[in-house]
Structure formats: structure tokens, C-alpha cells
């Protein structure tokens, strides 16, 4: 069975750096779509990146120049480096995946099958 877990979320002050890592397990397909998403307390889950088998991504427009996604295929890991943290970064962030590319509709929730447990990042100001 397909499983995803997330690591790397820790408390930071503001301007600091964190990377937070999600490795899965059990998938078979060639082709997938991996993507980050991110829920404050009072929020709605909303779309931080995604990434493809293929390599195509995209972000946040809010995030961009800040974050950065990779992945590695050997090792079924995808990535997101975030530096330069604010406060406003703070939430639950979830690692989730599906069969299939990167779509233009890459930042709704209800396009993906598989869900980690989440990883607390905190940042104080």
C-alpha cells in the first residue's frame, strides 16, 4: 500500500531556513505528481507546490523566489527547501501524491489520492 511520510518541520525565527522532506513507499506507477500543501489553524488547505515524474512544477506565486522544490526518483523523496521564513509560513504541512502529470489544477486538494500525517513548522517572530 502506498504510504507517505513527512519530516523536517521544526520551530524557527523569522529569516531562518528549514527542509522538509516526504518519502513514500509501496507506489508502482511511472508516472506521478507529488505535491506540498499547508493548513493554519482557521485556514483552509491550500497548495504550496507540486512536482512531477517529468519534473514539472510550479508554486505559490506568494512563495516564489523563496521556496524551492526537488525531488529524487532513486529514493521516492521529494523536497522543499524554504528559507527566509515569516511568521505567516506557520502551519501543518502535508506531503500528498497521485498517479499521473502535473496538471494546471495541481493546487487542489481533491486531486490527490494519498496523504502524509503532516509536519508542524513554526516560526516566530
Known amino acids: 500500500q502506498v504510504r507517505l511520510v513527512e519530516s523536517g518541520g521544526g520551530s524557527v525565527q523569522a529569516g531562518g531556513s528549514l527542509r522538509l522532506s516526504c518519502d513514500a513507499s509501496?507506489?508502482?506507477?511511472?508516472?506521478?505528481?507529488m505535491g506540498w500543501f499547508r493548513q493554519a489553524p482557521g485556514k483552509e488547505r491550500e497548495g504550496v507546490a507540486a512536482?512531477?515524474?517529468?519534473?514539472?512544477?510550479s508554486f505559490l506565486n506568494s512563495l516564489r523566489g523563496r521556496f524551492t522544490i526537488s525531488k529524487d526518483n532513486a529514493k521516492t523523496t521529494m523536497y522543499l527547501q524554504m528559507d527566509n521564513l515569516e511568521p505567516e509560513d506557520t502551519a501543518m504541512y502535508f506531503c500528498?501524491?497521485?498517479?499521473?502529470?502535473?496538471?494546471?489544477?495541481?493546487?487542489?486538494?481533491?486531486?490527490?489520492?494519498?496523504w502524509g500525517q503532516g509536519t508542524q513548522v513554526t516560526v516566530s517572530s
Open positions: 500528498a501524491a497521485r498517479p499521473g502529470r502535473f496538471t494546471s489544477n495541481w493546487f487542489s486538494p481533491r486531486q490527490y489520492d494519498y
Open positions: 509501496g507506489y508502482s506507477s511511472r508516472t506521478w505528481c
Open positions: 512536482i512531477d515524474s517529468e519534473g514539472s512544477e
